[in-house]
């Protein structure tokens, strides 16, 4: 994931997010995978990105005023990058996930749990710096992103968020595609 670093913002908050002092924080997502992407496509890094994404995990406060103060601090702390930064308690999601999806979700346990059910697959990254190294979390492994394969997180079925990602996603990357699906056989075996 060493590409991801070749966007000067992702490697700006890696080595910032420690001054934050956050419970188990990891920058996530879009700026990871869209910056792979982006050099893929032969574009510069940071093309297109709408926001860089920081989960934390924070369990004594609950609350979305702290989740506030801390995404106020970090805009403060990166303002000189001029991004759009969006710092997300995981370990307040199950408070908010019934409402938004429509279905619930278990309390979380750790920050990477949060990167463990995003709608894509292959869009599950995150990194964060321990000890002067960078930790890569990909649970569903790297080969479906560099390949431009959307498949669908096999840990969360949102059918229509899922199919309404991916279009964005090429629309924007007109080279990203679906997998193919299992031929008729694999999908009704013989009885």
Not at 111 to 135: N, P
């Amino acid at each position: 994931m060493q590409d991801a670093l070749r966007n000067p913002c992702n490697q700006a908050l890696l080595d910032g997010l420690a001054a934050l002092k956050l419970p188990d924080a990891w920058l996530v997502g879009g700026c990871l995978f869209q910056t792979v992407w982006n050099l893929l496509d032969g574009r510069a890094p940071g093309a297109g990105i709408r926001d860089y994404d920081v989960f934390y995990f924070d369990p004594l406060d609950l609350s979305g005023e702290a989740e506030q103060a801390v995404n106020r601090q970090a805009q403060a702390l990166f303002s000189g990058l001029g991004v759009q930064l969006d710092v997300r308690n995981q370990a307040r999601v199950h408070t908010w996930y019934a409402a938004y999806f429509g279905r619930p979700c278990p309390p979380l346990q750790n920050a990477c749990e949060g990167v463990d059910r995003f709608l894509v697959g292959s869009t599950s990254v995150g990194l964060r710096r321990e000890a002067g190294r960078i930790r890569l979390h990909a649970p569903y492994g790297l080969d479906d992103l560099y390949q431009g394969l959307l498949s669908p997180n096999p840990r969360v079925d949102h059918g229509l968020l899922y199919d309404n990602k991916v279009q964005d996603y090429q629309a924007r990357w007109r080279w990203l595609r679906r997998p193919d699906p299992p031929p008729d056989s694999a999908r009704f075996p013989d009885s």
